[in-house]
């Protein structure tokens, strides 16, 4: 194994964030994250449903962080395939159990976890999944995690990819 990344963050003290991936974790070819058929279905929710009702989640010093790394420009339009990147915190004390990660796509929450873990790595400090293809346009997901005293944490992750507004 080789260290890929090593990125340093700011919450209540620097914190070392290392993900460890395998040689072969980024196919050149990439995978399909979301397909075509999934961002059509997310669209038409996010157009005919009524918007959720937003709440604001302040961090708690007994609950899990999650930061998103990359991508990182919100509102910014990325190119597919996408390099995901996600660190984790743990509350103090506390350790996050990698097995309780998810994703969940769009309003509809598709649970996009398997097809994701089979291409990234996952593990206590963070996720790492590059080549991931996502259709051109708006998009969001929501990134779940927990930890061994039973605390979750959930970030949302909004992004455009191409022109497509």
């Known amino acids: 194994m080789r260290m890929h990344t090593l990125r340093s963050l700011a919450a209540g003290g620097a914190a070392a964030v290392a993900l460890w991936a395998s040689p072969g974790l980024a196919a050149a070819a990439g995978f399909d994250l979301v397909t075509a058929a999934e961002a059509q279905q997310a669209a038409q929710a996010e157009k005919t449903l009524p918007p959720p009702v937003r709440t604001r989640n302040l961090p708690r010093p007994d609950a899990p962080a999650i930061t998103v ?25 506390a350790r996050i ?11 509809l929450k598709i649970d996009l976890t398997e097809r994701l873990r089979q ?17 051109d346009g708006q998009h ?26």
Do not use: C, W
């Not at 159990?97 to 309003?107: D, I, M, N």
């Not at 291409?119 to 259709?135: D, Q, R, W």
């Open 119 to 135: 291409h990234a790595t996952v593990s206590e400090a963070g996720l790492l999944v590059e080549g991931a293809k996502v259709p």
């Open 97 to 107: 159990v990698p097995s309780s990660f998810r994703v969940l796509y769009g309003l």
């Open 140 to 165: 969001r997901m929501f990134i779940q995690v927990a930890d061994d005293k039973g605390n979750t944490a959930e970030q949302e992750l909004r992004f455009r990819v191409g022109g497509a507004s």
């Open 69 to 93: 790394l990359s991508p990182s420009a919100p509102g910014t339009p990325v190119a597919a395939p996408l390099r995901i990147e996600v660190a984790f915190q743990p509350a103090a004390g």
